[in-house]
């Protein structure tokens, strides 16, 4: 999904990530480590850690790059 997002817009590659992993994360805490808390709850959290790391710190990262392509991939 991040790649078909990204040749149309860059900001919007984060956003398969985050809602795969806001589904998918707490089914697999619940019946692979045995998770006592309730799906919706643990959409909500994981949604909003995956907002702030991949939402937040990746669009921060993407930007620095950006401005600075030239100086870290260097050939």
């Given at each position: 999904g991040s790649y078909y997002l990204?040749?149309?817009?860059k900001?919007?590659?984060?956003?398969?990530p985050i809602l795969s992993n806001t589904i998918?994360?707490?089914?697999v805490l619940r019946y692979a480590y045995g998770s006592t808390?309730?799906?919706?709850?643990a959409?909500?959290?994981?949604?909003?850690?995956?907002i702030l790391a991949i939402g937040v710190l990746g669009n921060l990262l993407l930007?620095?790059?950006?401005?600075?392509?030239?100086?870290?991939?260097?050939?």
């Open positions: 990204g040749k149309k817009n900001w919007l590659v984060c956003l398969p998918i994360v707490p089914w808390d309730l799906i919706p709850y959409m909500l959290t994981v949604g909003i850690g995956e930007l620095a790059l950006e401005r600075n392509h030239r100086a870290v991939f260097t050939q």
